[in-house]
């Protein structure tokens, strides 16, 4: 018995470096790509670019940005590497960018190689650009030291505090595969000394084919993911004479359509602090004629935004994907019916807290 377990740890020992070989990669021999940028090229090719952060012992963190063009991705990565003294490495890839008039054409292709490379996280964000990538990545912005870092800081503040729905490269391609629902991006704009966020970019399948403003882009917000804390809203009272500024808002939003009416029913409760009005002394009175107000202005552009989706046959919050197969409709069916549907919006505000500023 004691031979035999001898034997058998003396054999665990044998083994055992065996199945504890990992492949290691020494970060200061890679260089590691931090954002990537398609641009539409010549001819049917793409244009990209790629910021690389490398790191070393005896220097400080540095961005350099590589161009190249070619017909494929995967061709783009050998011409990458070839340009680089160090292996190039996608595992710190926190953003994807992609020229508009690239994105008008289709972006599946493009994206494909990166949502099933193992290295490239599938949250990292995916946003449009209002320009060229390449010319975005070659800006040093006020305030940015590492870009990747830069563009994920202002894309997380913007989705947790500002108007910008939920998204990422994961929820891209769950909405571009999932039926009766159309996938959305954030939508960036640049200049020499600025990098912002105009609203969102609505696709249909995987080409782009409209934009929505920031006002917008918060209404469409309410009727995805909404809100759990932070975000503003500033809402025109009294004939539009003053204004009341709405902050901390937790939304939450139920929608449903009724195939025999022919109606989309979208319900949204708001709970939120008034923190500014403008037009003096703050009574019950008006704080309900403030809350009626924010209700009637929040209903007209939800109502307005969602016939505007109805036109373009775009469903970028997913009531098809709510419909098709649970009432025999298929794709094709259920997007002549959304177009046609009435829209009955309701909004319930909540305002919690009337500690304002005037």
Known sequence: MYKALKVSMLALLLFLPLFSVVTTRVIDELQLISVIGFD???????????SLTSYSVEEATKNTALSA???STRALRLKFNSMSSR???????????L???????????????YYRDPTVATK???????????????????????????????LDHNITQGNLPQSNMHLFMRAY??????PFLPYLSYSERNLQVDGIALFKQDRLIDTLNLEESFLLKLLTDGYQSGGV????????KHVAVLRELRSD???HVDLKTRTLFIDVGLRTRLSEYSGGLLEEEKLQHITSETNASLQEGMKQLLQNLQEKEVDPVGFGARQIGKNGLNEEEWYQLYSTLAVDVRVSTHIVESGVSQ
């Open 124 to 154: 990292a964000y995916l946003s449009v650009t209002n320009g060229t990538t390449q010319g975005l990545l070659n800006v040093q912005f006020p305030l940015q030291s590492e870009i990747g870092a830069y563009l994920k800081d202002m």
């Open 99 to 113: 020229e508009d008039q690239l994105a008008e054409g289709g972006i599946f292709d493009v994206l494909d190689t």
């Open 40 to 50: 539409k090229g010549g001819e049917g090719a793409i244009k990209g670019t790629v």
């Open 177 to 182: 595969f999932e039926k009766g629902h159309d």
């Open 87 to 97: 292996p190039l490495h996608g595992g710190k890839i926190s953003s994807i960018l």
């Open 233 to 240: 809203l500033e809402v025109r009272v009294d004939e539009g």
């Open 69 to 71: 063009e070619s017909n």
């Open 253 to 255: 939003a139920d929608v």
